[in-house]
């Protein structure tokens, strides 16, 4: 499977900033996802980040809030913008297993644990 | 919209036992199903994973059946030990296989 390097692994943020958390893969992948896990919850999907296109947004994710990056096949990043506690939360980019059968088994990134003031 | 709903959010048994966890999904072209286990502070990692071209699948203590007509899968987990306690996340594909829905959760605990 990929290996993910996620950064920062936490942060400490002050409501009203932004902050941005990158995702390096150790392979080129077509797609990438960004998904938030808030304390105790399960894991929903922000949104698909495409290399060359506009990221594709799941229902109550806005590209304003949440802007994507995805400059190239091995790296993505997502910003979280003008941050409110209601953000505090654990970000992870997730990638699908390089080509073949296992094309939909997904590797998680170590996530970003953000809390905001 | 599609969804995973997950079945129970928090399961404690004692040692040796068996833990079953399920899980419905709404879309019936969802093809593959995955279950990861969570640990505390750590990522999600992938346990087993099944498709849908088959009903059922084994990995030593861990097994996963599917009714396809039903829309449901189920996690088998025999011979519990304490190092299984975790939360298992389910999941289906949606979307032509391009988007993922997560269960809720399972807080599976064992009990020594």
């Known amino acids: 499977s990929a290996v993910i390097s996620q950064k920062p692994s936490r942060d400490i943020c002050q409501r009203g900033t932004s902050l941005t958390i990158q995702c390096q893969v150790d392979s080129q992948v077509t797609m990438m996802f960004w998904y938030r896990q808030q304390p105790g919850q399960s894991l929903t999907l922000i949104a698909t980040?495409?290399?060359?296109?506009?990221?594709?947004?799941e229902s109550g994710f806005v590209i304003d809030k949440f802007p994507i990056s995805r400059p190239n096949l091995t790296f993505s990043t997502l910003t979280v913008s003008n941050m409110s506690p209601e953000d505090s939360s654990i970000y992870l980019c997730?990638?699908?297993?390089?080509?073949?059968?296992?094309?939909?088994?997904?590797?998680f990134g170590a996530g970003s644990r953000l809390t905001v003031l | 919209g599609e969804n995973v709903e997950q079945h129970p959010s928090t399961l404690s048994v004692q040692e040796g036992d068996s833990a079953v966890i399920k899980c419905t999904y709404s879309?019936?072209?969802?093809?593959?199903f995955p279950w990861y286990k969570q640990e505390l502070g750590k990522r999600p990692q992938l346990i087993i994973d099944?498709?849908?071209?088959?009903g059922e699948k084994k990995d030593q203590r861990i097994a996963v059946t599917l009714n396809k007509t039903a829309k449901h899968f189920s996690l088998h987990i025999t011979e519990t030990q304490p190092e299984d306690s975790a939360v298992y996340f389910c999941?289906?594909?949606?979307?032509?296989?391009?988007?993922?829905?997560f269960g809720a959760g399972t807080r599976l605990t064992v009990k020594p």
């Open positions: 879309d019936s072209a969802s093809n593959y």
């Open positions: 980040a495409n290399q060359g296109s506009e990221a594709t947004y």
């Open positions: 997730s990638v699908p297993a390089p080509g073949g059968s296992g094309a939909n088994v997904l590797t």
């Open positions: 999941a289906a594909t949606f979307n032509n296989n391009n988007d993922m829905r």
């Open positions: 099944i498709r849908s071209n088959v």
